[in-house]
């Protein structure tokens, strides 16, 4: 059993920067892949970003490539994820997941993959 806090949501003004953080607790001898998805109301989850295991790969939605950087911190059992230039459409519930694997370097889109997940944190990007 992983589990997941996630921290940092707050209200924002576009433009602004914010970081998210995942912290694991638990079962943190399993080596996980982890991810951020987030949920618009009224809308489905979608996926935001992923990191593998070691950290070595990482994808990112179309819609925030370029603005949000996903990293973690092994020792910490931390996985963040910084938004850049906020968007009012970036306001959602942002959603932290993890899954254990083997591989050091295998990423994953989608939320079947994960079996575990954090509680959320609200974004809100307003003027």
């Known amino acids: 059993q992983v589990l997941l806090r996630e921290s940092g949501g707050r209200l924002a003004q576009p433009g602004e920067s914010l970081v998210l953080s995942c912290e694991a607790s638990?079962?943190?001898?399993?080596?996980?892949?982890a991810a951020w998805f987030r949920q618009a109301p009224g809308k489905n989850r979608e996926f935001v970003a992923t990191?593998?295991?070691?950290?070595?790969?990482?994808d990112y939605a179309d819609s925030v490539r370029g603005r949000f950087i996903i990293s973690r911190d092994n020792r910490k059992n931390i996985v963040s994820l910084q938004l850049n230039n906020l968007k009012t459409e970036d306001t959602a519930v942002y959603y932290c997941?993890?899954?254990?694997?083997?591989?050091?370097?295998?990423?994953?889109?989608?939320?079947?993959?994960?079996?575990?997940w954090g509680g959320g944190t609200q974004v809100t990007v307003s003027i």
């Open positions: 638990g079962r943190t001898d399993l080596t996980y892949a």
């Open positions: 997941a993890a899954r254990p694997t083997q591989s050091s370097t295998f990423i994953y889109t989608a939320a079947s993959n994960y079996g575990f």
């Open positions: 990191i593998s295991r070691s950290g070595a790969s990482f």
